[in-house]
């Protein structure tokens, strides 16, 4: 066995990691390729979260008929999970997973939705206008999910049902979750990559650059526009309701503009725009350095007369700066669309010959 | 003595007044959203923190200081990092993106600030307000006459300054047009210079102010931050002075407005006090553009039109 804590570190910086990664990935697409300045990021993933908080619960809570006991899925939401959900989803594993499957997709339609509801602004206002308004629906979403029972239970938060509760082995079981959260991250970053550099992922690049031009040869960018920020929107929904899977708890506070709309940006530019690898390498740089301070903080707190939580964003966004001045194209800058090689195209010309 | 509803309503009015313009100025000359206008704001209570707690004296005596304080910070992300990024050519997204990482360093400057602040001197530097400290005066609290004195100070001096003075007019032809203003010899560096540290400075001021509206804690501007944009935009970006009437407008239906379709028709309005600002705001976008300064210009230019 691998030194233990170790271990643990890597299992719990890797889901983090793919999370924000799926995140970045979604804000690459809008940003990076398409040039719209999504500064409304929080919006999809706290609309994904907030699914996973309440639609899996409250099927559960109907499903089991918690209500004919007096109980109620928020009110008495500890004690109702822990006992009730958790005991029936351990003799439930075709169950828990069917509800996993389905919870996951609504995240991902909600997602999807809310692309689509900041599709409106962002087809119609300029860069400036529409960070501030996008900004404004992301807070607005949140402040719903702080100030009301529904959808999860306001400040108090809610307890998410644990879909694996059927493996016994708890270690097993955490496995389990960054296992799925890696695959769906590496699915994501599989099927974004060949998006990008499909001729769909040129036009967008075709839009970013030159709108006037991608006009003229007939590209309606209204259309691409819209239907990019509900794809972006969809993941972000997914890593959203991933993330209140890992963490086994929604809770609106927590659903923050700087979590989850600046330090995707601050990931995305300073790993490179428009570029997946660089991407991937921005969160895993930002990631580990800030996980590493969350677990590392006490045993540097001794040496420091302040909270050393805020010195790694500190330094970061210090590192940041500079970036942008020195190097706004980030650590690994935007490559030429890949196209077929020379082989190839000799070789299908080729075969056009030999049909004439 | 007036309705306290009202008083609160106007109270927060003139906060949102502030830090507004204090956005307008920079938006104005930079042309970006300085998404850290609210992290200016908390700055400036917790110079209103440092005086109270650490102190013991009133943080309105540090209103000049938070005032030079934050202005000085302000100025100083101008000078090292706007500017050069102006000078390469920066696209907005980039100043953007910028702002945004001050956002993330001031956030975490103030609560290293504040963790000091609580070990060295054993106080809570979160959820404090300078309410304790408030008295009445003439039937009114102190620092409800002392914000409308400051507020009616300072729109008569950016008034004059902005129409009377050499400077004042210096910097709107900077606004008009940049570098045309530059060929006359308006010094175009100094003229953003002064914006970014007014914008500082006038945010300062409202988040002393703001301590005695709400209880303070590091994300306090943060929180606020939506209701300056909403604010900003109602009152048409490219006006400094359609803030005035945009900020009423947001003050009003934060305060007021919530708070009566709450005693007179559901209970279910109360929270929400930051949503209504918001969905006012998008309103306007979708319908005027503009902002409020965009529909007196509308006015304005058409009644040009008639009279020739």
Redesign the interface.
């Given at each position: 066995m691998v030194d233990s804590s170790f271990f643990i570190i890597i299992r719990d910086i890797i889901p983090w990691v793919a999370i924000y990664f799926i995140i970045n990935l979604s804000l690459n697409l809008e940003?990076g390729y398409l040039g719209l300045?999504n500064?409304g990021k929080l919006l999809a993933v706290a609309g994904g979260a907030f699914v996973i908080g309440s639609v899996p619960g409250l099927i559960l809570a109907y499903l089991l008929d918690i209500y004919a006991k007096g109980l109620d899925y928020y009110e008495d939401n500890n004690y109702v999970v822990y006992t009730i959900f958790n005991e029936f989803l351990k003799s439930n594993p075709m169950l828990s997973i069917s509800l996993l499957v389905l919870s996951l997709i609504l995240a991902i339609l909600a997602g999807a939705g809310l692309g689509f509801i900041s599709s409106?602004?962002a087809l119609?206002?300029k860069?400036?206008?529409l960070?501030?308004?996008l900004?404004?629906?992301a807070?607005?979403i949140v402040?719903?999910g702080?100030?009301?029972k529904y959808p999860v239970n306001g400040t108090i938060g809610v307890t998410v049902p644990d879909f694996f509760a059927w493996i016994n082995d708890a270690n097993l079981r955490q496995l389990v979750v960054v296992g799925i959260t890696s695959f769906i991250a590496l699915v994501i970053f599989l099927i974004v990559n060949r998006f990008v550099n499909s001729p769909l992922g040129r036009v967008l690049r075709a839009i970013r650059d030159n709108e006037i031009l991608a006009q003229t040869y007939g590209k309606d960018l209204v259309k691409y526009r819209r239907n990019v920020l509900i794809f972006a929107g969809a993941l972000a929904g997914l890593a959203g309701g991933l993330f209140a899977i890992y963490v086994s708890s929604v809770l609106a506070v927590g659903y923050?503009?700087?979590n989850f709309t600046?330090?995707p940006?601050?990931m995305v530019?300073v790993g490179g725009l428009a570029n997946n690898i660089g991407i991937f390498v921005g969160t895993t740089v930002f990631m580990v350095a800030l996980r590493l301070t969350d677990i590392y903080k006490s045993y540097i707190a001794s040496y420091l007369?302040?909270?050393v939580?805020?010195?790694t964003?500190?330094l970061?966004?210090?590192i940041?700066?500079f970036m942008?001045?020195f190097r706004?194209s980030g650590l690994i800058p935007e490559r030429p669309t890949r196209t077929l090689s020379e082989k190839e195209i000799v070789r299908i010309l080729n075969s056009l010959k030999n049909k004439q | 003595m007036i309705d306290p509803l009202i008083q609160t309503s106007i109270y927060v009015s003139l906060i949102t007044i502030f830090a507004s313009m204090g956005l307008t100025l920079t938006y104005l000359t930079t042309k970006v959203p300085n998404f850290s206008q609210g992290s200016f704001l908390t700055l400036g209570a917790y110079v209103g923190v440092y005086a109270q707690e650490v102190l013991d004296k009133s943080p309105l005596y540090f209103l000049p200081i938070s005032f030079l304080l934050v202005g000085l910070y302000s100025f100083g992300f101008y000078k090292l990092v706007i500017k050069p990024l102006l000078k390469r050519g920066a696209n907005i997204v980039l100043l953007m993106i910028a702002t945004l990482t001050l956002n993330i360093f001031s956030f975490s400057f103030i609560n290293i600030m504040a963790s000091y602040l609580s070990q060295k001197f054993k106080i809570s530097v979160t959820y404090v307000t300078f309410k304790k400290t408030d008295f009445l005066l003439l039937g009114f609290p102190f620092s409800f006459l002392a914000i409308l004195l400051t507020t009616i100070t300072f729109i008569v001096v950016l008034y004059f300054m902005l129409t009377k003075t050499k400077f004042g007019i210096a910097m709107r032809a900077a606004i008009e047009n940049a570098s045309l203003a530059s060929v006359v010899g308006i010094n175009i560096d100094r003229v953003y210079s002064f914006a970014w540290f007014l914008s500082g400075a006038l945010s300062g001021i409202a988040g002393i102010f703001y301590g005695y509206y709400q209880s303070i804690d590091t994300a306090a501007g943060d929180k606020f931050l939506p209701i300056i944009f909403a604010t900003t935009i109602l009152g048409g970006v490219n006006s400094l002075f359609g803030t005035i009437p945009a900020g009423l407008i947001i003050g009003f239906s934060m305060i007021w407005l919530t708070y009566s379709l709450a005693r007179y028709v559901s209970l279910i309005f109360l929270p929400l006090q930051f949503i209504i600002p918001l969905i006012i705001m998008s309103i306007v976008l979708i319908v005027f553009p503009n902002g409020l300064g965009g529909i007196s210009q509308l006015i304005r230019t058409n009644l040009f039109k008639k009279q020739w």
């Open positions: 940003f300045p500064f409106y602004p119609r206002l860069e400036d206008y960070g501030m308004t900004l404004a629906f807070e607005i402040a719903i702080i100030n009301y923050t503009r700087l600046f330090i940006w601050v530019v007369p302040f909270d939580t805020w010195f964003p500190l970061l966004s210090i940041l700066t942008l001045i706004p | -």
